[in-house]
């Protein structure tokens, strides 16, 4: 076992696809009880219970969605009380904090997956799905550093060669424009150069091949068949589980079936995942060096 | 088994009337390591490109170049390798792996030979340690470093390099040149390189091909060639100490090619009673044009400091040589002294008066000019007539000639030239106090002497220069004082004489080929004096 960051890229994001989406386009709070828990668990196993900032940020964006709501929408049969002659239901309310747990829950997802996901697992990803692309991309995140490098460069030259007549803001855009044209020119002048490279090794010649440094490894395997697996179970419940949750006019569960239920526990185990995964890995260290 | 062949090679660029390469013809044995040199615009790099074909420059092509006696033109893309100058643009992704693999990826390897490839590169070029990095937080030398072990993963038969060093510091460029020499004697691939820097690389290679306008003037072994090369060639700046040394004391007999070999030639050849060189003795002005307080400087809150309780006062009208290694503060030192960086400590003092106290840009008129490192981010214009177009002096005030590129565009001129015109750009603008980053980077020998006596008519004009280089022998030739920086402080100043001879490793090859021998010697030319003061030894035969 493995630690969850350490499966392969493309796992992971079928993985984090999978389990935001399921939620995303299905309003219920049995679903979202649990995506919630598995995605905050997670996050609170990985960072060892840091980041306060950022579940007080969530909390307060989560206030916010929740109250909006019920101030907008007068839906609902059941009036809780009245303020300067705005009605505040019941369902309305319960439907607000439904959506925005749903919003939390998928920024939650969402920050683990960025913390996760370096760039160039990223690539790697956008390399399976079109290996052009990924190339493109790469070769635009080198110039990106090369450029702000030699702007830095270009306007210190400037200023120590007393091309900055005065410290006013006219002559700072006409600086800046004069930086930005010779930018350009060494662009080119680049561009040029690493178009020599890249013929001088043999780019354009045939069909390319396409390296990374990730790789299938059995577990990998193994982790996305059990991600299928609960996400059919999740998918075949929505479908004919009968798990519908109605908010207006009144809130009312469908009369859930087998599948309905069957979709609960897959569901309930896929957002389980990383968590025990990540539990499952440091169990065993604890093991292991208990032993040495 | 030859390699090369080529025969009667001409080739002219479209709209040019004069060839580039005239009637040039050699052949290289498998395994050679061979370097061409010859003065800028002699069609160095055009023969080089002509080598393969795939950046072969468009134009008129006369001879044949034959490869294994098949024309170069159907040699496939990974026989040659081609390493060029700049180490920044050549490399084209994002990841130091990535870079290493992508000359396999175009040949269309599978996956679990390129790891296999790349993995055995790495650790032959000892990349391991960077491999997962951003190719853009590299140094030069690593940079330069990962071009050469990208073109090699291809496993070329013949590697060619383009000045490979020119952009890089000693050090790392002493690295480069030992590792290609490594390679050629572990896998036996045939060397074709061009280089400013011969000290190094003539000791080590086997053939020397030397090139003048375009024709081939010289082919042959190293002692063999440089024993024929006349006096007026360009090339003459350039060659190694000891045979300068040889040359100019009329030398006969196996021309010394290595301090070593310089040393043993001095001692057999000449008598060293005499010891001590007399130097005049060197007084500066009392009038401070740059001083340094106890500043202190750090690029961020969680770094470590760059400069350290830094104290240095340079005086009027004096050239000043800062030296030290790479991340020693050099260069931070001059952006603290052009205003470009603040000290969070310490002051600064510009003629006497507090960096502070020059309000509204008026340090940057008529007082203090900076030339950076790197000299192209100071063009502004598409010609370089336009570019002196704007400034206030006439052609015949610079103490260099400039007239025969007025139309050329800034970025195709060689690196000396640049040197000229950025220096032209600043000495308009009539600075008192000029800091200038490696003004010898990149410049070929003949243009380091130039360079040197263009400071000296600057400084006969009233103009106080600091230097910070990496290049011992230009300081040592052009210096008033010294200093050297080690970890943000100055660990020693003196004259180059006394500075020199002090020092064991960081000086210049002439003081370590005599050390022992004379005293105070630092320049080739102050060796070839003592040896004539002393006299030749008598030979009893």
Partial sequence: MKSFEAYNPIVLTAYFLSVTLVLMFCQNPIFLLLSFLGALLYVLIRNQGENGKLHLHYFLLFLLFAILNPLFSHNGKTVLFVINDTLITLEAVVYGLVSAGCVITVLYWFYSFTKIMTRDKLLYVFGKLSPKLSLVLSMGLRYVPLFADKTMRIKNAQKALGLYKEDNILDKCRGDLRVFSILLTWALETGIITSDSMRARGYGKGKRTHFSIYKFHSCDYTLLLLVAVMLVFTLLGIGIGNIGFVFYPGMAWEDVNIFGILSYIFYGALAGLPTLIETGDRMKWKYLISKI | ?541
Avoid at chain 2, 377 to 383: G, Q
Avoid at chain 2, 468 to 477: L, S, Y
Avoid at chain 2, 493 to 519: D, I, L, Q, W
Wanted: aromatic letters at 8%; proline letters at 4%; charged letters at 20%.
């Fill in chain 2, 1 to 541: 088994m030859e390699i090369l062949n080529i025969k009667n090679l001409n080739f002219t660029y479209p709209k040019c009337t004069a060839p580039s390469l005239r009637d040039v013809s050699f052949s290289i044995e498998d395994g050679d390591f061979t370097v061409l040199c010859g003065a800028t615009g002699s069609g160095k790099t055009t023969l080089l490109r002509l080598l393969k074909h795939e950046i072969a420059p468009h134009g008129e092509k006369n001879g044949t170049i034959l490869f294994f006696g098949e024309d170069i033109s159907g040699v496939a893309c990974e026989k040659v390798g081609f390493v060029m100058q700049n180490p920044d643009m050549q490399i084209v992704t994002d990841k130091v792996w990535h870079e290493l693999a992508f000359g396999l990826e175009n040949m269309g390897v599978s996956q679990n030979s390129i790891a296999k490839r790349v993995a055995e590169m790495a650790s032959y070029f000892g990349i391991e340690h960077w491999y997962d990095r951003d190719t853009s937080t590299l140094s030069g030398g690593q940079k330069q470093l990962l071009n050469l072990a990208a073109v090699m993963v291809m496993d070329p038969m013949l590697l060619i390099l383009d000045e490979p060093t020119s952009q890089l510091d000693p050090i790392a460029a002493s690295y480069f040149i030992s590792t290609l020499k490594k390679i050629n004697l572990d896998f036996g691939i045939t060397i074709i390189i061009i280089e400013h820097r011969l000290e190094e690389l003539i000791p080590i290679c086997d053939r020397l091909l030397v090139m003048e306008n375009g024709s081939l003037l010289q082919n042959g072994g190293p002692k063999e060639v440089l024993s024929k090369m006349t006096a007026d060639s360009g090339l003459i700046h350039s060659i190694p100490t000891a045979a300068k040394l040889y040359r100019m004391l009329g030398g006969t007999g196996d021309c010394p090619l290595t301090a070593r070999e310089g040393r043993r030639w001095i001692k057999r050849n000449y008598s060293t009673e005499c010891k001590g060189l007399k130097i005049p003795v060197y007084k500066h002005s009392d009038k401070s044009a740059l001083e340094f307080k106890n500043v202190y400087f750090r690029y961020a809150k969680h770094l470590p400091d760059v400069l350290k309780s830094l104290d240095l006062n340079i005086f009027e009208n004096e050239i000043f040589c800062i030296l030290g290694g790479n991340g020693s503060g050099k260069t931070t030192s001059l952006s603290c002294a052009a205003g470009i960086l603040k000290p969070y400590s310490g002051q600064i003092r510009i003629f006497g008066t507090k960096l502070q106290e020059y309000k509204n840009q008026s340090l940057y008129r008529n007082c203090i000019s900076l030339l950076p490192q790197d000299i192209t981010s100071i063009f502004l214009c598409h010609t370089v007539f336009e570019e002196l177009a704007g400034t206030d002096i006439e052609m015949s005030d610079f103490p260099f000639d400039l007239s025969y590129l007025l139309d050329k565009h800034p970025y195709d001129l060689s690196g000396g030239e640049q040197q000229l015109l950025a220096l032209a750009k600043v000495i308009a603008a009539k600075p008192k106090l000029l800091l200038m980053d490696e003004p010898t980077k990149g410049l070929d020998a003949e243009k380091k002497t130039e360079m040197l006596r263009v400071l000296h008519a600057l400084k006969k004009n009233g103009i106080t220069i600091v230097i910070v280089t990496h290049d011992v022998e230009f300081a040592a030739a052009v210096a008033d004082r010294c200093a050297l920086f080690f970890r943000g402080e100055v660990v020693s100043v003196g004259v180059p004489n006394e500075f020199f001879s002090e020092n064991c490793f960081y000086t210049t090859t002439a003081a370590r080929m005599t050390k022992g021998v004379f005293h105070n010697t630092v320049t080739v030319e102050q060796v070839a004096s003592m040896c004539l003061q002393n006299g030749k030894k008598e030979r009893y035969l």
